[in-house]
């Protein structure tokens, strides 16, 4: 049963899982990895507007209970300076220890171990911050970033300051930077395999590289008045489409790259700005939006290049949603991020 009701028809809430945190949610992701002790994981990070915030992973308590809003817990909780602008669960669901990734003024990487007590608590850890700029004591805002999922070694991120910056993770060293916008570069996506990776930015662009020759750039899609553009997803099941959208906008731009500069096709149904997009992990022709309305809206794409005019499910949140996180380990669970709420939905 889904949590959310096909559109334009009512239906009953059925698993709903809310967590509230003590601020403003932002930052969110799903571990990969799968935990015996606990069906979901996730982490998530305070938007507050000063140089304190925190990350705190979510746990579910193991066992049955009929109150679905007890059944999250706080794992851990440490500090960050400034709110995380991106975090991400290493893709390596082989490895022994979880590692995370955050961005803000730099990147760093943390490890979440197990407190060893039995009590499902954990340990975290700051394993590594990586800071490029050896020259000056300013640092350009980081705004997003990817971790490969082919290549757990390999971290891309955006900045503030027109650079995308490759990591290698084992060695904490910037393997390449590169001037990939004219303005800000908002966030970062790597398509499935390890070398394509395209940026978006203030500039209104969306640019595709190649890590194996840098010294070219194409540029997919330009915004009609050169809006800014937001955030970024690529397909991960059909990697032709991407997913963009302009700043203060209520449609969904969904990119095919075999076809630059056209999108091919427009996702209204909000009332509001859209603030995320998450592609389906398992699907190829689904994807979900999410805004300022505290609508969840889920797409199926299966008819482009048909106009797609309609959403096939829908969910009403209590707030406007400032993020959306569809999980690759567990595909019936879809998170959203609303007010000082974490709210996981099944889809």
């Known amino acids: 049963m889904s949590d959310m ?25 799903w571990s990969h990895r799968p935990d015996s002790t606990s069906q979901f994981r996730l982490a998530i990070g305070s938007y507050v507007e000063q140089y304190s915030n925190a990350v705190q992973i979510v746990k579910t308590r193991p066992g049955l209970t009929d109150d679905l809003g007890s059944r999250l817990y706080k794992a851990c909780e440490f500090d960050h300076p400034y709110p995380c602008t991106k975090i991400l669960w290493s893709p390596d669901v082989s490895a022994t220890t979880d590692l995370l990734a955050t961005t803000g003024d730099y990147l760093r990487v943390w490890s979440a171990t197990d407190d060893g007590m039995g009590t499902g608590m954990l340990t975290p850890k700051k394993v590594a911050l990586l800071n490029n700029n050896k020259t000056s004591e300013y640092c350009a805002p980081l705004t997003a970033f990817d971790w490969n999922e082919t290549d757990p070694n390999i971290i891309g991120t955006s900045s503030i300051d027109t650079t995308c910056t490759i990591w290698d993770v084992s060695t904490q060293t910037a393997k390449t930077q590169l001037i990939a916008h004219d303005r800000e570069v908002f966030d970062l996506a790597f398509a499935r395999g390890k070398d394509i990776f395209a940026s978006c930015g203030a500039d209104g662009s969306v640019r595709m590289f190649d890590l194996r020759s840098l010294e070219h750039s194409t540029i997919i899609y330009e915004s009609p008045k050169l809006d800014p553009l937001l955030r970024l997803e690529w397909n991960k099941q059909d990697p032709n489409y991407l997913a963009t959208f302009m700043v203060d906008s209520r449609r969904t731009i969904i990119l095919d790259i075999r076809v630059p500069s056209l999108p091919v096709a427009e996702l209204g149904g909000h009332l509001g700005c859209v603030n995320a997009t998450a592609w389906a992990p398992h699907s190829s022709c689904h994807i979900c939006t999410a805004g300022d309305d505290a609508q969840a809206l889920i797409w199926d794409l299966s008819a482009m290049p048909k106009p797609v005019e309609d959403p096939i499910l829908a969910y009403n949140a209590d707030g406007e949603i400032n993020n959306l996180q569809w999980s690759a380990s567990q595909p019936d669970w879809v998170s959203i991020a609303f007010n000082d709420k974490l709210q996981i939905l099944r889809v």
């Not at 009953?12 to 932002?26: D, N």
């Open 5 to 29: 009701d096909a559109a334009g028809g009512g239906g009953q809430r059925k698993e709903i899982y809310t967590y509230a945190a003590p601020w403003t949610v932002f930052a969110m992701a």
